[in-house]
Nanobody
Framework: QVQLVESGGGLVQPGGSLRLSCAASGSIINIYAMGWYRQAPGKQRELVAGITSGGSTNYADSVEGRFTISRDNAKNTVYLQINSLKPEDTAVYYC?????????????????WGQGTQVTVAS
């Protein structure tokens, strides 16, 4: 199986920055697209940023120019650099990965989520 573990959340003042990390581990063969989502209280989970295995990226309009997604394929890790934070960025941030892995001698593919990391923007 595969596990995704996020880190880097916290409390930050408006205008501040954070860097989130999400490391995948397990019997991984390949990681395809990876992404960051967020869910604020009372709202649906939304895509913040995505990155393909080749490095192509896409962003939600609300974060374009402030957030940067990147990945280190050798470390099976995806990052989210968050700058110019606003109170409306407050949410639980989740990473997601499309992963192929070994289950015994069988090759499987599944979509995995991390446990989430809280980002709170307040003065």
């Amino acid at each position: 199986q595969v596990q995704l573990v996020e880190s880097g959340g916290g409390l930050v003042q408006p205008g501040g920055s954070l860097r989130l990390s999400c490391a995948a581990s397990g019997s991984i063969i390949n990681i395809y697209a990876m992404g960051w989502y967020r869910q604020a209280p009372g709202k649906q989970r939304e895509l913040v940023a995505g990155i393909t295995s080749g490095g192509s990226t896409n962003y939600a309009d609300s974060v374009e120019g402030r957030f940067t997604i990147s990945r280190d394929n050798a470390k099976n890790t995806v990052y989210l650099q968050i700058n110019s934070l606003k109170p409306e960025d407050t949410a639980v941030y989740y990473c997601n990965a499309d992963v192929s892995y070994w289950r015994g001698s069988s090759r499987r593919r599944n979509d995995y989520w991390g446990q989430g990391t809280q980002v709170t923007v307040a003065s």
